[in-house]
Nanobody, 121 residues
Framework: QVQLVESGGGLVQAGGSLRLSCAAS????????MGWYRQAPGKQRELVAT???????NYVDSAKGRFSISRDNDKKAVYLQMSTLKPEDTAVYYC???????????????WGQGTQVTVSS
């Protein structure tokens, strides 16, 4: 069974930084695109950043220049380095991955449990 486990969330002051980690495990044959989403109180979930298996990245406008997504294919992990954090970055952050299981021919989306990021003024 496929599982994504996140870590690295917490409380930080404005201007600080955090590094989120997400590791995939289970019956995995191949991992395609991986990404990070977030959902702030009273807001809809939004895509923050994505990274393909070859390393191409994409970011939401508000994260450009401050956030950096990366991955380690050997470790089946994806990371989100967040710098110059702002109070509006406060949200629950979710890891996402498109994964092909060892016994399947189609890719499925998997999600982490979410990790809280709180940025104080």
């Amino acid at each position: 069974q496929v599982q994504l486990v996140e870590s690295g969330g917490g409380l930080v002051q404005a201007g600080g930084s955090l590094r989120l980690s997400c590791a995939a495990s289970g019956s995995i044959f191949r991992i395609d695109v991986m990404g990070w989403y977030r959902q702030a109180p009273g807001k809809q979930r939004e895509l923050v950043a994505t990274i393909t298996s070859s390393g191409s990245t994409n970011y939401v406008d508000s994260a450009k220049g401050r956030f950096s997504i990366s991955r380690d294919n050997d470790k089946k992990a994806v990371y989100l380095q967040m710098s110059t954090l702002k109070p509006e970055d406060t949200a629950v952050y979710y890891c996402n991955a498109r994964i092909l299981g060892q016994l399947k021919t189609t890719y499925l989306d998997y999600w982490g449990q979410g990790t809280q990021v709180t940025v104080s003024s």
